[in-house]
């Protein structure tokens, strides 16, 4: 495991283009598994998670050409076994997007538990049920056992929480399930409005993606397909703010202004200078104040990945900023850090954090626990006076491209360190 030593205190500017969205380009190769053709995704994101997925598929028998590019092509002739592989399945969420894809293609699926963020916290119960729903049946063993002997059958369900990779993964399944099927309270976050287009080109019918009411016309045999990914705008989110703390000027280029308009909204609130063009938002230095009380939601509200940065953005803020993320506890715990480095923080309950600013940040050594309170933690760094080292940074690196490389473009003073 490698660290990254920060010398902060330096304004960043420069422009930084992100890559594709990460959260679209995992159950799009997922996807690639319910086809014997040849898919092909370009944009692609270079980063540790895309890898792992890509990875998986080659080990369950896939030719798999591109890893590590921002092209990736796909054909999955054979589907050798119905287990991926554990280690890998260990490292990654997105290891239950394969159950649908498995279902359809071997009839059976034997799934490790999927690792990730907060693993311990996060269930697949949701999954599970939607596939129960089209006929799979959970069988006993280690980890995930499930079959579908008789292949999978469309079916109406309705969903308890508007989840994207429940919601998925219930895509998934229907795109190769017999007759129609209807999910009522989808998710309609951009990359499963992604999945939706991937699917109808490979032959499925799809409408009503982007609402909370999806039907699918399962396809008898799906077919290959090419798909662009669109730009990541979480990651586009998080250089913005990376900007906002340090004070300076980044024009972030990539992600769909669409997109972006609840980061600047959210920018905005804090009296962050910013201008939002089409695939284009300009960050200049400002003076942040306070947001008062910032909530995450469902699509179209603030993403959840976003609030650890936001947090560390209200640390540079004047006045009082309430956050609260009502989706996962140990996001905010790993901010905790914070604190050491002279932030004053308030840590209400495992889901709300007040943050008083602005307040002068000391470098420190910094634990990456999560992907996005790693990101978040580096920003701090990069505000802070003083040496700050952090590590991993390959917890990072699973959902950002070059970090490294971006940073030393920006005028940030980094180095990796094995």
């Not at 795109?175 to 991937?198: K, M, N, S």
């Not at 799809?206 to 397909?225: D, F, S, W």
């Not at 420190?364 to 996005?372: E, G, M, N, P, V």
Request: with cysteine.
């Amino acid at each position: 495991m490698s660290t990254l030593l920060i010398e902060g205190g330096r304004p960043l500017s420069g422009r930084v283009a992100v890559g594709g969205n990460k959260n679209a380009a995992l159950p799009l190769i997922a996807a690639c598994l319910l086809t014997d053709e040849a898919c092909v995704l370009t944009n692609v994101p270079r980063i540790g998670d895309v890898e792992v997925m890509a990875r998986l598929l080659a080990d369950l028998g896939a030719e798999v050409d591109g890893i590590g590019s921002t092209t990736l092509r796909i054909r999955c002739a054979r589907v050798e076994r119905d287990q991926p592989q554990s280690s890998l399945v260990g490292r990654l969420r997105g290891s239950v997007l394969l159950l649908g894809p498995l279902l359809a293609r071997r009839g059976s699926a034997r799934l490790a538990p999927p690792g990730g963020d907060f693993p311990a916290r996060r269930t697949i119960a949701m999954h599970l049920g939607a596939l129960r729903a089209m006929g799979a049946q959970e069988l006993e063993g280690e980890g995930h056992v499930l079959e579908a002997p008789n292949g999978l059958t469309g079916a109406s369900m309705y969903l308890e929480e508007a989840s994207v990779t429940g919601t998925e993964t219930a895509l998934l399944a229907a795109a190769a399930a017999r007759g129609a099927t209807e999910i009522r309270h989808a998710a309609c976050e951009p990359h499963v409005v992604e999945l939706c287009q991937f699917l109808r080109k490979m032959g499925a019918g799809v409408t009503g993606e982007g609402t909370h009411t999806i039907r699918v016309e399962g396809a008898a045999r799906l077919k290959g397909a090419t798909h662009r990914l669109g730009g990541d705008y979480i990651e586009a989110g998080s250089w913005a703010v990376v900007a906002a703390v340090t004070g300076g000027s980044i024009d972030v280029e990539g992600a769909r202004a669409a997109d972006m308009e609840v980061v600047a909204s959210v920018l905005r609130r804090m009296e962050v200078r910013c201008e939002l063009e089409e695939s284009r938002l300009r960050v200049e230095a400002s003076s942040p104040v306070g947001g008062s009380r910032i909530v995450t939601g469902l699509w179209p509200g603030v993403p959840s990945d976003l609030i650890s940065l936001v947090t560390v953005l209200a640390t540079q803020a004047t006045g009082r900023t309430l956050l609260h993320d009502w989706m996962y506890e140990l996001r905010l715990f790993a901010l905790e850090q914070l604190s050491g480095m002279g932030a004053d923080l308030f840590l209400c309950d495992p889901h709300r954090i007040i943050v008083t600013g602005p307040r002068r940040l000391r470098g420190r050594a910094l634990d990456t626990r999560d992907l996005r309170s790693g990101m978040a933690l580096a920003a701090a760094a990069l505000a802070a006076e003083g040496q700050s080292r952090l590590g991993p940074v390959e917890t990072v690196e699973r959902g950002y491209a070059d970090l490294v490389g971006n940073l030393q473009a920006l005028g940030a003073q980094v180095s990796r360190e094995a």
